[in-house]
């Protein structure tokens, strides 16, 4: 279970810590330390020391971390260590990329039904899939249990889209339109926006010479 | 030109800022307060406040921000006040998804050329382009003056062709491959990974009942 006492901004460095730790292991390299763990990522060990101090006592002074040890309790600590099934809805390309792309498998993330509004769609395979009528949405999501939803539908359709979702039971949305959903507080959204990544980089690019 | 003496992980957060600046103008709202963005972004104001002061002075003390003058300089300052021409490596499903991404033309990025290696796929159009022989990359990088690569590739060959790109002259990738880049320090690369924003979630998510 979540606790309530750890800031938001510090959960969603976890994710990012868990990947570091597992290049580590994959490099056979099974000791480590926040200062390396920080060059990896760009931040600083205390911040690192600090972060991972919320959940418990990780490392010995001057020892540092046991690799596979911290790479295990993070993810029992972020829930997983368990797969996770999920709905899709949107089979366009968009769609269809995110029901194909490996890394979800690779880290026990499952796309168990894929779902469109359009007639010329529903009923045709996507994958190991086929493409059901939306209306079936929020059935599929109470038969299954199922608790996270991807948004790949047009800006217009996503807020409607995603209210049928919370109707369901889904509390996380991994959200591809580029627009702020309205949704209940104990529903969790992640967006995925290109352009805020664009943006940080552009701040950077040498215009001299141009 | 950028400052090198700002953190990094200031310059990621001004685009959350200029997003939720726009989003104020959009709603004739044109003064705001560090308080009132932070709790538009779920972020301190000291922290908001310590972020900006890398870059001047933009409110008065009591008075609060004029949001159109904010919103100006932080495009300035990201030189997000321009148009910027980026090339795409990858003509699948991903690939068709991002050049038909209005988000990147609505904040003035503009995919100028497309490229694959399927001969199937060369010189067939996609959207208002057609699809190049990736053997043509470096040259048209060069031709254009880009400097903004999308890698929508397969992991296995995400890394060679980041490395044709920054042949060609690139200098900012945004990348989809589930994989790390190496690349010379003055590339700046943005990763694309939808299972962080998973794993941050499932942190949330109540197994209780199941």
Same mark, same amino acid.
């Given at each position: 279970?979540?606790?309530?006492?750890?800031?938001?901004?510090?959960?969603?460095?976890?994710?990012?810590?868990?990947?570091?730790?597992?290049?580590?292991?994959?490099?056979?390299?099974?000791?480590?330390?926040?200062?390396?763990?920080?060059?990896?990522?760009?931040?600083?060990?205390?911040?690192?020391?600090?972060?991972?101090?919320?959940?418990?006592?990780?490392?010995?002074?001057?020892?540092?971390?046991?690799?596979?040890?911290?790479?295990?309790?993070?993810?029992?600590?972020?829930?997983?260590?368990?797969?996770?099934?999920?709905?899709?809805?949107?089979?366009?390309?968009?769609?269809?990329?995110?029901?194909?792309?490996?890394?979800?498998?690779?880290?026990?993330?499952? #796309?168990? @039904?894929?779902?469109?509004?359009?007639? +010329?769609?529903?009923?045709?395979?996507? !994958?190991?899939?086929? /493409?059901? *009528?939306?209306?079936?949405?929020?059935?599929?999501?109470?038969?299954?249990?199922?608790?996270?939803?991807?948004?790949? #539908?047009? @800006?217009?359709?996503?807020?409607?889209? +995603?209210?049928?979702?919370?109707?369901? !039971?889904?509390?996380? /949305?991994? *959200?591809?339109?580029?627009?702020?959903?309205?949704?209940?507080?104990?529903?969790?959204?992640?967006?995925?926006?290109? #352009?805020?990544?664009?943006?940080?980089?552009?701040?950077?690019?040498?215009?001299?010479?141009?």
């Amino acid at each position: 279970m979540a606790s309530t006492d750890v800031p938001e901004i510090v959960v969603r460095r976890l994710p990012l810590y868990l990947r570091a730790l597992t290049r580590l292991i994959e490099a056979n390299h099974l000791i480590t330390s926040s200062q390396e763990l920080g060059e990896m990522l760009g931040m600083s060990s205390a911040q690192i020391r600090k972060d991972l101090s919320y959940f418990g006592e990780f490392g010995k002074q001057g020892m540092g971390y046991e690799v596979p040890y911290l790479r295990d309790q993070l993810r029992r600590i972020l829930q997983v260590d368990r797969h996770w099934d999920m709905v899709l809805v949107g089979a366009g390309d968009l769609g269809h990329a995110i029901a194909n792309y490996a890394g979800f498998k690779r880290w026990g993330y499952r #796309v168990v @039904a894929v779902f469109d509004n359009d007639p +010329a769609k529903i009923g045709k395979p996507m !994958g190991e899939l086929t /493409i059901r *009528n939306v209306a079936e949405l929020e059935e599929t999501i109470q038969a299954g249990h199922v608790r996270i939803g991807i948004l790949a #539908v047009p @800006a217009p359709h996503a807020q409607a889209v +995603a209210e049928r979702m919370v109707r369901g !039971g889904i509390r996380a /949305i991994l *959200n591809y339109a580029p627009i702020n959903l309205n949704l209940p507080p104990e529903v969790r959204v992640h967006s995925i926006d290109p #352009v805020v990544g664009l943006q940080s980089m552009s701040y950077y690019l040498d215009l001299v010479g141009e």
